[in-house]
């Protein structure tokens, strides 16, 4: 077994500082990783918070309770989209804070053996939680062409989508990543090639872990658990996550349209905070290259929404 430390939590006390409203409350870390994001949270609470940090990869599970020893802090096994089941019910509409930390982890990408990166040689698995019957492999070898064009072209915004599809489909089995790789390279040359390769193993654990369909069902189940006056902060890494979040706190669904009630009022669970989006610093990019894309949209719980 591979044994890869985590990296160092992304925009850390820019996300602590908008989140926390009480430091007697109740906070969800819903990717709890390694845990470095709610450690650092429960350093800016009180003795009598409490953090509950979900995640459905065993290893993040291991390596979080390892970093923290504390008992305000409790680990639940599972999905985020699920985090209204997986937490106690008593909890609803009590939550003062969720934080959401969207993607695919660096500890993840850095383990060859779970097929996340097109950089490590390794099986066409990349599910976050061995339990998922639906693996990479699945994905490339036994979709429809159809089916799998669609998933490049939504998932990865891969124009070559097609021709992509094609020259997979020609190789099929294909059983590694390194295979995958060779069936992209053999359609895109030149300097590009790192982008579509980044792409297409994008658009693949998109479909395999159901991210953005997860993403939505927490987002939803979030206005539920949020107690009045409840943040909500989410850090996406690619404009398909980040597009989502921007509309949901702008009107509540995925669309991004403002639905109005019987009176003609306007509907909207959430109310974004300012400033409307957060990026790193040039020193934390310096640090953390792996920090530069990251885009933290923070909402809040008004007073009038009802769970």
């Known amino acids: 077994m591979q044994h890869i430390a985590y990296h160092d939590p992304v925009l850390c006390e820019e996300t602590l500082n ?30 009598s918070a409490k953090v ?26 599972g999905n985020f989209g699920y985090m209204d089941v997986l937490l106690p019910s008593s909890l609803q509409g009590r939550v003062n804070g969720i934080l959401l930390d969207i993607g695919v982890s660096s500890h993840q990408i850095d383990q060859g053996t779970r097929g996340f990166s097109f950089r490590e040689d390794g099986p066409l698995d990349m599910r976050m939680d061995p339990r998922n019957p ?15 064009t669609r998933i490049l072209f939504t998932y990865g915004e891969e124009r070559f989508s097609r ?24 359609v895109i040359r030149g ?20 991210e953005l369909e997860m993403l939505t069902m927490a987002l939803h189940k979030s206005v539920k658990l949020l107690a009045e006056g409840g943040r909500i902060a989410v850090m996406s890494y690619h404009s398909l996550e980040d597009r989502l979040v921007k509309h949901f706190f702008r009107a509540g669904n995925a669309d991004g349209v403002v639905e109005k009630d019987f009176y ?12 409307a989006l957060i990026t790193p610093s040039e020193q934390e990019i310096a640090r953390n290259p792996r920090a530069r894309s990251a885009r933290l949209r923070v909402a809040e719980k008004p007073a009038e929404v009802s769970a």
């Open 18 to 47: 908008v989140l926390i409203t009480d430091p007697n409350g109740i906070y969800v870390d819903g990717t709890l990783g390694g845990g470095g994001h709610a450690s650092a949270l429960l350093t800016h609470l009180s003795k």
């Open 52 to 77: 509950f940090g979900i995640d459905q990869d065993d290893d993040a599970l291991r390596a979080a309770s390892k970093r923290i020893n504390d008992n305000r802090f409790s680990t639940v096994k």
């Open 134 to 148: 639906l693996s990479a492999a699945i994905v490339v070898n036994n979709y429809d062409p159809a089916e799998l």
């Open 163 to 186: 021709k992509i599809t094609e020259t997979i489909v020609a190789r099929r089995p294909v059983e590694t990543t390194a295979e995958l790789r060779q069936a992209v390279e053999s």
């Open 191 to 210: 300097p590009h090639v790192n982008k579509s390769l980044a792409r297409v193993f994008q658009a693949i654990r998109i479909e395999v872990n159901q």
């Open 264 to 275: 003609g009022n306007d509907i909207r669970p959430l109310n974004p905070v300012k400033p």
